[in-house]
């Protein structure tokens, strides 16, 4: 046994093996991640959290991306879906334009009315209406990630979308933390949701859908104990909103997110 041991020794002064700490590596694998992240510089700041009272892990408090936002108005006044996309896709690297995403990427179609029963699509897959002008409506999560892959695969086809509906408070602000961007849906003032007085009949399953009165697409681009940071298509720069406040306007409108990694 002791033979092993000076063997050990020997070979760990031999072949110069790094001996840092686990919590250092953590600190050194997060920073270097969030550092190479698209689009830019990130802030960050971490702190050690005991775990089974022994072992020590690095959980950043505070996350920043470099995030450019984009405005909505004036092309697309019903249009923050595409213009959140826009916004996660030029950080990524790519450019591309909020009209282009919303005329030729994201699937639309019109509400109908025969006999005076008004038909539409279901907004889970499909826009509704067009988000140029007061007839836009809105498209959640399912069709947003189909759109952004079909832009994917349109160019190098090296990055995927992927619906994280349902994502909780620690998951949302893990995906930020590792430097990727949440497209989320909540409700325009963080408030309770609202819906409009009529709606009409889902072409696809014949049930009567009433859409929501105050939703609306937003970037969730930061974070800190309190609170996150988000590129709003309505307003320049970055807002910051409490932590409840979003999470309840998220909770609201269903917990639909969209990420692309």
């Known amino acids: 046994i002791v033979v092993i041991a000076v063997w050990m020794i020997a070979l760990i002064v031999a072949t110069g093996i790094n001996t840092v ?20 510089s990130v ?26 936002n984009i405005l909505q108005n004036p092309e697309l006044p019903n249009g923050c879906e595409a213009t959140s996309l826009a916004i996660v896709l030029n950080y990524l690297g790519y450019t591309v334009e909020k009209t282009e995403l919303a005329e030729q990427y994201i699937p639309s179609g019109a509400l109908t009315t025969v006999s005076g029963v008004t038909y539409g699509p279901d907004p889970s897959g499909t826009y509704v209406g067009n988000p140029a002008d007061s007839t836009g409506y809105y498209v959640l999560a399912e069709g947003l990630a189909g759109a952004a892959n079909g832009y994917l695969k349109a160019h190098d086809g090296k990055m995927v979308a ?6 909780c408070e ?3 602000a893990a995906k930020i933390e ?3 961007p949440v497209i989320l849906w909540t409700t325009m003032y963080f408030n309770d949701a609202q819906y409009t007085q009529y709606g009409w009949v889902l072409e696809e399953t014949g049930e009567y859908y009433v859409p929501y009165a105050n939703l609306h697409c937003v970037v969730l681009v930061g974070y800190d104990e309190e609170d996150f940071v988000l590129c709003n298509p309505l307003q320049d720069g970055t ?22 990694e």
């Open 162 to 167: 992927t619906n994280i509906s349902g994502a």
């Open 21 to 40: 700490s686990a919590a250092e590596a953590v600190s050194e694998s997060t920073t270097e991640k969030l550092e190479k992240a698209q689009g830019g």
């Open 43 to 68: 802030e960050v700041e971490m702190e050690q959290a005991q775990s089974n009272g022994a072992e020590t892990e690095q959980r950043a408090t505070q996350v920043l991306l470099d995030v450019d």
């Open 239 to 260: 807002q910051t909103v409490a932590k409840t406040d979003l999470m309840h306007g998220y909770s609201e409108l269903g917990m639909c997110a969209v990420v692309i």
């Open 170 to 172: 620690e998951e949302l």
């Open 178 to 180: 590792s430097g990727t």
